[in-house]
């Protein structure tokens, strides 16, 4: 009876030591994947601003050639976030996520990969706001992983992100009204191949604009739900 007791107790023991050690990994793991988000986003928005501050306006047009190999990179590298929440290493809602990681992988790697619209400005407008969203976020990851964040620094996390994803949403659906034309006159050009990507591709814009609009509010709607159970939490602890 004894011996089986004690059996039972290294066994519940070892279970926890594997928990612990899992933990610890996935906390190591999380650090690390902030971390380098956070470095990626800070080198495209130290970059931007350093060609902006340089050369002015003329900066804008070369945006995608100096920065879009580091914002593919992480955005494709935003994807891991989705497996990261429903492995539930973090905690977060899976519905904004996926809304925000699929919009902007289909705007960049369909739409601004495109060479002629690489040269944009709207680019420039859109790349500023999605590495200012990073910076808001990341950071603010990586100090919830190590500390508990100020009321400060909570509150510009919470307050200040949404008003800058509004934007950023305003702004991708700016650049997919100006990339419009484009897709018709290739859609002309295109018209003697049976089935032509071009010939399809201004519809798949049209019929993601609303998709655009709805998701966007959901995920707006969703946010200020965290940030007002964020402040809330926060204000029971000070009492």
Request: a neutral charge; aromatic letters at 14%.
């Amino acid at each position: 009876m004894v011996s089986n007791y004690n059996n039972f107790n290294q066994l519940l023991n070892g279970r926890e030591s594997d928990q612990e050690i899992r933990c610890s990994i996935g906390l190591a793991y999380l650090f690390f994947y902030n971390l380098l988000q956070f470095c990626g986003h800070t080198w495209i928005f130290s970059n931007m601003t350093a060609r902006f501050l340089s050369f002015g306006l003329d900066a804008l047009a070369g945006t995608f050639y100096f920065v879009g190999v580091m914002m593919s990179v992480c955005q494709l590298l935003s994807i891991l976030e989705l497996f990261h929440i429903a492995d539930e290493i973090e905690e977060n809602r899976l519905l904004p996520r996926f809304v925000q990681v699929v919009e902007r992988n289909f705007l960049l790697f369909l739409l601004i990969s495109q060479s002629e619209i690489q040269s944009k400005p709207i680019v420039c407008v859109l790349f500023y706001l999605w590495n200012t969203l990073g910076l808001l976020r990341y950071p603010y990851q990586l100090l919830c992983l190590i500390s508990t964040p100020s009321f400060n620094m909570l509150w510009v996390r919470h307050t200040i992100y949404i008003p800058v994803y509004i934007l950023s949403v305003i702004t991708e659906g700016v650049s997919i009204l100006q990339a419009l034309p484009y897709c018709e006159t290739q859609e002309t050009v295109q018209q003697t191949a049976p089935v032509s990507t071009y010939a399809l591709f201004p519809y798949v814009l049209m019929t993601y604009l609303p998709l655009l609009v709805a998701g966007s509010a959901v995920t707006v709607r969703i946010l200020l739900k965290v940030r007002k159970q964020s402040l809330d939490k926060w204000k029971k602890k000070m009492i």
